[in-house]
């Protein structure tokens, strides 16, 4: 019983930055191929495709720093709150670059065909990393409540 409790425990911190990682890199995915296609049909600002289709990367940032602030001691007593914390944490962080991913790719391709939305096709995409921030900072919150 105390091994599943310590590996629940070993779970949990580990899994903000690798759910938050794997939302990443199918986020920038989305992103970066709207921005190869866009650049095929435009004649200039490439960097703001490529610096939008980055935008999902800031949920592995948030990752590491739930990873970090999670207890570094596992013990029977904190697995368990390690294990809901970080896993739940790490879907939000997960699903949300994947969302921010496919709004980053639609804010891509209305500004190719009509440069001047540009910056308002981009509030989507940061709407839901205000959702990410959300788990972000309550899961450093709670992470301050957990037994050490």
């Known amino acids: 019983m105390e091994l599943t409790a310590i590996t629940l425990g070993w779970i949990g911190l580990y899994a903000p930055l690798a759910l938050g990682a794997v939302g990443s890199m199918i986020g920038c995915l989305r992103g970066g191929m709207a921005a190869c296609g866009a650049m095929l049909e435009v004649e200039s600002g490439y960097g703001r495709y490529v610096g939008v289709a980055a935008m999902p990367s800031s ?19 904190n697995s368990p709150g390690m294990f809901a914390l970080g896993a739940l944490s790490g879907v939000a962080l997960m699903v949300s670059a994947l969302a921010q991913g496919s709004a980053c790719a639609a804010a891509i391709n209305s500004s190719k065909s009509k440069p001047e939305v540009f910056g308002i096709s981009l509030a989507p995409a940061a709407l839901i990393e205000g959702f990410a921030v959300f788990a972000f900072v309550f899961a450093l919150v709670l992470a301050g409540r957990l037994p050490s």
Request: proline share 11%; charged share 5%.
């Open 59 to 77: 949920q592995t940032i948030y990752g590491i720093v739930v990873t970090m602030a999670l207890p570094a001691a596992i013990s029977p007593e």
